[in-house]
């Protein structure tokens, strides 16, 4: 039998392509400071900084900025946006780009509620702030779902570290979606957020030892096959709004909590692939990519071969007479077919310049002070090492 679960999603989003214009009513609620986060000078080639700067002014609202977001963020950065967050009496915290921002931005606001003054704290569950400022988001990537999810994963660069947080308020306020927004993003980027966006559907859901309600899975290959259709048009025509609007709509609901309602496992795929950022600093999606087919290969046997022969018929197009270990395989190989050719991903942790020698560390830390990794299947270090050896 399923799990009981409560499911409340408590973000308000405003999508399409004139929607910023409500920025500026939405922003007025929180108060009158605004630190306004965001990454590299993306958003202002585009011309989205001086959009939302305007919507800000129309507000009346004092702007602080942090620059200079990592692609995986960096603890440090979270803490020096919250201590302009302390000196300036910050109201509300903007983030503006893809998940990273947003990550960082969720860690700046709880840590600008914390009396000390390292977010690793909170992370790491050291100390525990029952509350936050208040959190909104642009987006400009398709990827993480962070801009409707109560999650993000900051990195310790100093101790080769990347470690989630999770909590029910750090849930964005509101969210502006516009897909035209992520019509800069490259061909590179693009396919690595459509990965990811698959990998949030087989980590915390679709592979699951645990029962699940049919409808829900049903669902969640509909998201996935989205992604299939979708991701190749936005790669080959960057500006298609259709193809753009059904990748951003895709990853937010992989990740808001519908999807994996009465499901509680650990983020398999996400967990190794977080060892591989955190000491090689790669792009997380594409380190997904790599992962997600070996880890099937590994996993393969009569018990999973049937749900990953139902993700190759129901979502990649594999033949349904096929037994199950053979419609299992075909599967992977669609995968593959889908990630590394039709994607343009390269295919192997060695073609990104990483070799073995952490991989023991690597395998012992995604497994964490459990010693094991529980999705469809239990792993342990020695497990994981043996499909970090299969990447290379």
């Known amino acids: 039998m399923m799990k009981d679960f409560i499911f409340s999603n408590t973000t308000k989003v405003y999508f399409g392509k004139d929607q910023l214009q409500h920025l500026s009513e939405e922003m007025s609620k929180f108060g009158k400071k605004v630190l306004l986060v965001y990454g590299g000078g993306s958003i202002k080639r585009i011309g989205l900084y001086d959009r939302v700067m305007e919507e800000l002014n129309k507000a009346g609202m004092t702007v602080f900025e942090l620059p200079g977001v990592e692609p995986n963020p960096h603890h440090t950065t979270v803490n020096k946006g919250a201590a302009i967050c302390k000196k300036e009496g910050i109201d509300v915290v903007l983030a503006v780009g893809g998940g ?28 525990f702030v029952p509350d936050n400022l208040p959190i909104v988001t642009v987006l400009t990537l398709s990827a993480t779902g962070s801009e409707m999810d109560i999650g993000g994963v900051i990195s310790n660069v100093e101790l080769n570290d990347k470690q989630p947080m999770f909590g029910p308020t750090l849930r964005s306020n509101v969210s502006f979606l516009d897909p035209t927004n992520t019509f800069s993003v490259n061909a590179y980027q693009t396919a690595s957020g459509s990965v990811d966006i698959m990998a949030h559907v087989f980590d915390v859901a679709y592979f699951s030892a645990q029962e699940e ?6 669902m969640q290959e509909e998201v996935l096959k989205t992604v299939v259709k979708y991701a190749p048009v936005a790669i080959d025509k960057p500006d298609d709004y259709e193809a753009r609007a059904n990748l951003m709509w895709a990853s937010s609901w992989a990740l808001n909590g519908f999807l994996f309602s009465g499901i509680s496992q650990d983020a398999v795929c996400h967990m190794i692939e977080h060892e591989v950022s955190a000491f090689y600093d790669i792009t997380h999606g594409h380190g997904l990519a790599i992962i997600i087919p070996k880890w099937l290969t590994y996993i393969l046997n009569e018990s999973t071969a049937p749900k990953i022969k139902r993700l190759g018929v129901n ?20 995968l593959e077919i889908l990630f590394f050719e039709t994607l343009g ?9 990483i070799d073995d020698k952490n991989f023991a560390l690597m395998a012992k830390k995604a497994c964490g002070s459990k010693g094991k990794l529980e999705g469809v299947t239990t792993l342990t270090p020695d497990d994981v090492e043996k499909i970090f050896r299969m990447c290379l």
């Open 100 to 127: 990273s921002t947003i990550d960082a931005t969720k860690a700046i606001a709880a840590t600008a509620k914390y009396e000390g003054d390292d977010c690793w704290d909170i992370i790491t569950g050291k100390a």
């Open 315 to 334: 979502v990649l197009g594999v033949d349904t007479s096929l037994s199950d270990m053979d419609g299992a395989k075909a599967a992977v190989a669609a």
């Open 345 to 353: 991903l390269k295919s192997r942790l060695s073609d990104l310049g």
């Open 213 to 218: 309600m049919d409808m829900l899975t049903r």
